[in-house]
Structure formats: C-alpha cells, structure tokens
C-alpha cells in the first residue's frame, strides 16, 4: 500500500515506510524508462515534502534523496534551515507559486525555482540572488490550461516564452535550466506534456544547455516519462496524503 500515511508511525516505522514508497516510485520510473526505451539515470525524482516535518526531511536524506521539493515559503524557509546544517549536499527545489515580496526569501535558501512565469519575476529573483552572491537555476513555468481565465496554478502563456528565456538570459545570476508544467486538471496528461516537450525543444534551440524538463507528479509520472520529462515532483506516492488545503 504505497502513498499512505495511516496512523502515526514510529520514527522506525516511518523509515521503513518511506523506504518501500521510494523504492515503489523507483520501480514505476524504471518500467516507465524501459518502455519508452530511455534511461533511468535521465530521470530524476525530486521528492515533494510539504506538510511533511524535518524529521521526514533527515529521514529521506538517510535513505540518499538529494532532491527535494517545497511550494510555500513560509513552510520552507524554517524546515530547512533547520535541516540545511546536518544534511549536507541537499538539492531544493522551489516548486510553488512565487509571489515577487518572497522571491528575496526563496533565493537564501533554494536551489532551483522551477516556476518563474513572469518578468517581475526574473528581475525580483536576480536582485535577491545577486545580493546573496549566488547563482539560482531557474525553469520557465509554462501554463497549458486552455481556457486563461480559469487558471489558478500559474505559469507564463506559452507566447511568453522567448522574452522570460531573453530575461533569464539577460540576466546577472540566474541560469536557465528548462520549463517545467502542471498537467491541467481534466486533460489527457500525454497531450499536455507532449506540447510541453514540444516548448521545451523551442527553448533549448535559443539555449542549449536548458536540457530540463519538469513534469510529472505521484498520479501521472509515467506519461511524463514517456513524453521526455527529466524531472518528476511527487509527493504523496512517497510521504502519504497531505492534509487539505487550508
Ligand atoms: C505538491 C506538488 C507536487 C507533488 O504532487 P503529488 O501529487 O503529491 O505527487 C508536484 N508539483 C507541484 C507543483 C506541487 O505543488
């Protein structure tokens, strides 16, 4: 029974626990690669610990996850500075919808921000990374809801693309990585990460080196695998169900 809290578990039990749902995802990212006939070590699993405890962060990390992922500053900030100084060599991905007054905040302590949609965005971000002195990778997060006026996970309207590339491009301390989507609700996955690809193709003929593409999550990695994702995000097939949105 993968993707299940249950009860409280032991910090043993919770190990184990999260030990088994990795390996699980592990086994479904690795039949998906067979049968779209690529390889495994294109293919990294970013593990989304929102909601979830530091101590779920330490125990991942004992088990060799370098990649993990948050969405909301004000959770984030906090639990990893927290975990920052005893797991060394950690990878945070931001994953959520950034507003342009946390874009200081998040470039302290991320890694990459997979959800720059905006050109305030890319200018915020720059300021923040250049001041810390660091570089931050960045994806464009593409929006391939249909209809505009209903889209409430953000991302930038595929038109937008080229000038958020030239921004990126333009500027001082940010390194474009790829683009990165949220399959819409009520759409067939492949399709929507089938145009996905096709815009990332777009983005790595203006810069090559923008080799990522972050798709997927714990209900649909395996169409992502097979339309070309080099990143999935998920969260519940690993940590259990979170508890609903407040
Ligand atoms: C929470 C979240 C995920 C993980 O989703 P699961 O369905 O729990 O795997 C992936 N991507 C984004 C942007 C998220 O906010």
């Not at 370098?66 to 500053?73: K, M, N, T």
């Given at each position: 029974?993968?993707g299940?809290?249950g009860?409280?578990?032991r910090?043993d039990?919770?190990?184990?626990?999260?030990?088994?749902?990795?390996?699980?995802?592990?086994?479904?990212?690795?039949?998906?690669?067979?049968?779209?006939?690529?390889?495994?070590?294109?293919?990294?699993?970013?593990?989304?610990?929102k909601?979830?405890?530091?101590?779920?962060?330490?125990?991942l990390?004992?088990?060799?996850?370098?990649?993990?992922?948050?969405?909301?500053?004000?959770e984030?900030?906090?639990?990893?500075?927290?975990?920052?100084?005893?797991?060394?060599?950690?990878?945070?991905?931001?994953?959520?919808?950034?507003q342009?007054?946390?874009?200081?905040?998040?470039?302290?302590?991320?890694?990459?921000?997979?959800?720059?949609?905006?050109?305030?965005?890319?200018?915020?971000?720059?300021?923040?990374?250049?001041?810390?002195?660091?570089?931050?990778?960045?994806?464009?997060?593409?929006?391939?809801?249909?209809h505009r006026?209903?889209?409430?996970?953000?991302?930038?309207?595929?038109?937008l693309?080229?000038?958020?590339?030239?921004?990126?491009?333009?500027?001082?301390?940010?390194?474009?990585?790829?683009?990165?989507?949220?399959?819409?609700?009520?759409?067939?996955?492949?399709?929507?990460?089938?145009?996905?690809?096709?815009?990332?193709?777009?983005?790595?003929?203006?810069?090559?080196?923008?080799?990522?593409?972050?798709?997927?999550?714990?209900?649909?990695?395996?169409?992502?695998?097979?339309?070309?994702?080099?990143?999935?995000?998920?969260?519940?097939?690993?940590?259990?169900?979170?508890?609903?949105?407040?």
């Open positions: 029974m993968s299940h809290l009860p409280p578990a910090g039990e919770r190990t184990a626990l999260l030990a088994a749902n990795l390996a699980a995802v592990g086994d479904r990212v690795r039949r998906a690669c067979e049968a779209a006939g690529r390889d495994p070590a294109e293919v990294t699993v970013i593990v989304v610990t909601f979830f405890p530091a101590s779920d962060v330490r125990r990390s004992g088990l060799g996850v370098q990649d993990l992922g948050e969405s909301r500053d004000q984030a900030a906090p639990k990893y500075a927290d975990v920052r100084t005893d797991t060394p060599g950690l990878r945070l991905h931001f994953i959520g919808q950034l342009t007054n946390k874009a200081a905040s998040v470039a302290r302590y991320a890694d990459v921000v997979h959800t720059v949609d905006r050109l305030k965005l890319v200018g915020a971000l720059d300021r923040a990374v250049t001041d810390a002195r660091r570089r931050l990778r960045v994806l464009v997060q593409v929006d391939l809801e249909r006026d209903q889209t409430a996970r953000g991302g930038a309207h595929p038109t693309i080229p000038e958020l590339v030239s921004a990126i491009e333009a500027s001082q301390s940010l390194d474009l990585g790829g683009v990165m989507t949220v399959a819409p609700l009520g759409v067939d996955p492949d399709a929507a990460f089938g145009q996905l690809a096709q815009l990332a193709g777009q983005v790595r003929a203006l810069v090559p080196s923008a080799s990522w593409i972050s798709a997927g999550m714990s209900a649909d990695l395996e169409s992502a695998v097979r339309r070309g994702a080099t990143h999935l995000r998920v969260g519940t097939a690993i940590l259990g169900s979170r508890p609903p949105l407040r």
